[in-house]
Nanobody
Framework: QLQASGGGVVQAGGSLRLSCTAS????????LGWFRQAPGKETEFVAR???????NYADSVKGRFAISRDNAKKTVYLQMNSLKFEDTAVYYC????????????WGRGTLVTVSS
């Protein structure tokens, strides 16, 4: 249902763009998001974008990351700039039908490794 891509190894201060393509639900009406899980840590919220393209970010990525969506391509993006070592994690794209509530769909993660 959700297929993420774009992970890789990048030096600190660099940029990376993650993509996540959806299928099997009405993409344009869903709220989409990204979570991440660093080694040995809990999964944490990163960003979300609703059907009206209103966005929210975790404080730790605000000003550095940007979430966007292309409804025609059924794809959500996460542009990550000024990457830090602590951004190293497996990143998951998620989707839910409402602005609030549980995330119905979780994609397989894509690994982002930031080298110092």
């Amino acid at each position: 249902q959700l297929q993420a891509s774009g992970g890789g190894v990048v030096q600190a201060g660099g940029s990376l763009r993650l993509s996540c393509t959806a299928s099997g639900f009405t993409f344009s009406t869903y709220t989409l998001g990204w979570f991440r899980q660093a080694p040995g840590k809990e999964t944490e919220f990163v960003a979300r974008i609703n059907r009206s393209k209103i966005t929210n970010y975790a404080d730790s990525v605000k000003g550095r990351f940007a979430i966007s969506r292309d409804n025609a391509k059924k794809t959500v993006y996460l542009q990550m700039n000024s990457l830090k070592f602590e951004d190293t994690a497996v990143y998951y794209c998620v989707a839910r039908p409402l602005a609030l509530g549980n995330w119905h769909y979780w994609g397989r993660g894509t690994l982002v490794t930031v080298s110092s």
